[in-house]
T-cell receptor
Framework: DAGVTQSPTHLIKTRGQQVTLRCSPK?????VSWYQQALGQGPQFIFQ???????QRGNFPDRFSGHQFPNYSSELNVNALLLGDSALYLC?????????????FGSGTQLSVL | DAKTTQPNSMESNEEEPVHLPCNHS???????IHWYRQLPSQGPEYVIH???SNVNNRMASLAIAEDRKSSTLILHRATLRDAAVYYC??????????FGTGTRLKVLA
């Protein structure tokens, strides 16, 4: 049973460019959340998708957008990249609605903006 | 937003118990307390969670204060593989988990 998979593992972009990160949730999960983790910090919640809709959003600008597909996989898009967007981007999957549900995280995509 | 307070770092000797504290003074009556840990170069992984009662699983134990304003994660016998950053979170199940900076646990051989 594959866990959460993310691609690519590493990415280098320049300021102003756009980037798309991908996530496949753990088998049986229907909810995907995205987190940004700067060096030395804890993960920061970006947004969450369920039934192909954004359900919750953290304190991130509109440059950060996402999508969820019918097979529950998800993409995170970041436009007009800034140097400060350099971070580890983590995807987490779970089942919707359960207060006891665990989050399963992927190993992340390391984004470097030059 | 829910916020927790943890020591920045702790050390333990291998094979000894470790008690990792967490304060969550803003917790509400329906919030669950979750602990995750992040090993180097990996995403966080679930450790344990609870609501009011102490909880045990194969990885650890969770002791929750009677007023629920604090909790302690207990690793009964620390191993080198337990070296990680440990995060304590409280949430009402919306998955908008608010991670702090966590406690970096160093295990000494």
């Amino acid at each position: 049973d594959a866990g959460v998979t993310q691609s690519p593992t590493h990415l280098i972009k320049t300021r102003g460019q756009q980037v798309t990160l991908r996530c496949s949730p753990k088998s049986g999960h229907d909810t995907v959340s995205w987190y940004q983790q700067a060096l030395g910090q804890g993960p920061q919640f970006i947004f969450q998708y369920y039934e192909e809709e954004e359900r919750q959003r953290g304190n991130f600008p509109d440059r950060f957008s996402g999508h969820q597909f019918p097979n529950y996989s998800s993409e995170l898009n970041v436009n007009a990249l800034l140097l400060g967007d350099s971070a580890l981007y983590l995807c987490a999957s779970s089942l919707w609605g359960g207060v006891n549900e665990k989050l399963f995280f992927g190993s992340g995509t390391q984004l470097s903006v030059l | 937003d829910a916020k927790t307070t943890q020591p920045n770092s702790m050390e333990s000797n291998e094979e000894e118990p470790v008690h990792l504290p967490c304060n969550h003074s803003t917790i509400s009556g329906t919030d669950y307390i979750h602990w995750y840990r992040q090993l180097p170069s990996q995403g966080p992984e679930y450790v344990i969670h609870g609501l009011t009662s102490n909880v045990n699983n194969r990885m650890a134990s969770l002791a929750i204060a009677e007023d629920r304003k604090s909790s302690t994660l207990i690793l009964h016998r620390a191993t080198l593989r337990d070296a990680a950053v440990y995060y304590c979170i409280h949430t009402s199940g919306t998955y908008k988990y608010i991670f702090g900076t966590g406690t970096r646990l160093k295990v000494l051989a």
